[in-house]
């Protein structure tokens, strides 16, 4: 299974990015896709889920800024990101947990590549 992040950059206080994450060697549309991040000396934490049937779920830090969404025809998730804060500087990356066509769980695919996410106040 491969996972490519990409979409980040350099931005302002208050902009927006709109982060993608594409899927290879996995049935994507079995997946719950997450995106997570990690700052420079802290601990990676989940910024958000998109579950199979397009259930979502966010961190609290979030608060109605982000938005998940995916495209099972495309196998790619996506985050779109808006009133970007300097606290939201971190490498995002995604990962997945796989289910079998009966929804059980078989396991999880690890981060893939990140993206680099700076915010300059």
């Known amino acids: 299974v491969q996972l490519q992040a990409s979409g980040g950059g350099l931005v302002q206080t208050g902009g927006s990015l709109r982060l993608s994450c594409a899927a290879s060697?996995?049935?994507?549309?079995?997946?719950?896709m997450h995106w997570y991040r990690q700052a420079p000396g802290l601990e990676r934490e989940l910024v958000a889920t998109?579950?199979?049937?397009?259930?979502?779920n966010y961190g609290d830090f979030v608060k109605g800024r982000f938005t998940i969404s995916r495209d099972n025809t495309k196998s790619t998730v996506y985050l779109q990101m808006n009133s970007l804060k300097p606290d939201d500087t971190a490498v995002y990356y995604c990962?997945?947990?796989?289910?079998?066509?009966?929804?059980?769980?078989?396991?999880?695919?690890?981060w893939g590549r990140g993206t680099q996410v700076t915010v300059s106040s």
């Open positions: 998109i579950t199979t049937t397009g259930s979502t």
């Open positions: 990962a997945a947990d796989q289910y079998d066509y009966t929804g059980t769980y078989l396991e999880g695919t690890g």
């Open positions: 060697g996995t049935i994507f549309s079995r997946n719950v």
